[in-house]
Nanobody
Framework: VQLQASGGGLVQAGGSLRLSCAASGSTFSINYMGWYRQAPGKQRELVASISSGGNTKYVDSVKGRFTISRDNAKNTVYLQMNSLKPEDTAVYYC??????????????WGQGTLVTVSS
């Protein structure tokens, strides 16, 4: 599984960005996909995830502002980020999880994309 992330950039507080992550390879094996972020000096945290069935989860700090979605036909996951805050500034990483019973089991990561929110 290979992941290609895009969509980061510089935005003012209150603005919006949409991140995209296109998966290729053994995409049929993917169960969960998600977005993590890592701010300078902080640990990487899970921002949002979505299952193959469409169930979503969010970290409390982004609930009501971020929306994760998945286009299974395009093997792409999106993160729509609205009402951005300076504390959302981080490198965002796309993740795909393939369960243990698959021949392709493991965690796969895309390259990070930088999101900078100015105050």
């Amino acid at each position: 599984v290979q992941l290609q992330a895009s969509g980061g950039g510089l935005v003012q507080a209150g603005g919006s960005l949409r991140l995209s992550c296109a998966a290729s390879g053994s995409t049929f094996s993917i169960n969960y996909m998600g977005w993590y972020r890592q701010a300078p000096g902080k640990q990487r945290e899970l921002v949002a995830s979505i299952s193959s069935g469409g169930n979503t989860k969010y970290v409390d700090s982004v609930k009501g502002r971020f929306t994760i979605s998945r286009d299974n036909a395009k093997n792409t996951v999106y993160l729509q980020m609205n009402s951005l805050k300076p504390e959302d500034t981080a490198v965002y990483y796309c993740n795909a999880f393939v369960p243990y019973y698959s021949d392709y089991a493991g965690d796969y990561w895309g390259q990070g994309t930088l999101v900078t929110v100015s105050s």
